[in-house]
Nanobody
Framework: QVQLVESGGGLVQPGGSLRLACAASGSISSLNFMGWYRKAPGKQRELVAMFASVGSTNYADSVKGRFTISRDNAKNTVYLQMNSLAPEDTAVYYC?????????????????WGQGTQVTVSS
């Protein structure tokens, strides 16, 4: 079982920045997907940014040019740098990581979610 631990949320003023981190535990052989979602009150969950297996990145139109997703494979960690934050960015942010690992030569796929971290943008 691969568990994800998120950190970095909080309260920030409009125009400010935050950096979220999501670390996966365990000995992982491959990370096929790493992404960040957010869920605001009264809205559906939205995919904010993602890495696909080929290393390409995609962003929601609402965050392009302001948010940057990055990764540290050695640490099994994905980051979300959020700049020029606005009140409409207020939400609970979740990370998702998919991949696989081996136990006694047995292939195990995993699809894990972080616990969520609150980001509040307000003056």
């Amino acid at each position: 079982q691969v568990q994800l631990v998120e950190s970095g949320g909080g309260l920030v003023q409009p125009g400010g920045s935050l950096r979220l981190a999501c670390a996966a535990s365990g000995s992982i052989s491959s990370l096929n997907f790493m992404g960040w979602y957010r869920k605001a009150p009264g809205k559906q969950r939205e995919l904010v940014a993602m890495f696909a297996s080929v290393g390409s990145t995609n962003y929601a139109d609402s965050v392009k040019g302001r948010f940057t997703i990055s990764r540290d494979n050695a640490k099994n960690t994905v980051y979300l740098q959020m700049n020029s934050l606005a009140p409409e960015d207020t939400a609970v942010y979740y990370c998702q990581i998919r991949g696989y690992y081996y136990v006694m030569y047995r292939h195990n796929d995993f699809d894990s979610w972080g616990q969520g971290t609150q980001v509040t943008v307000s003056s």
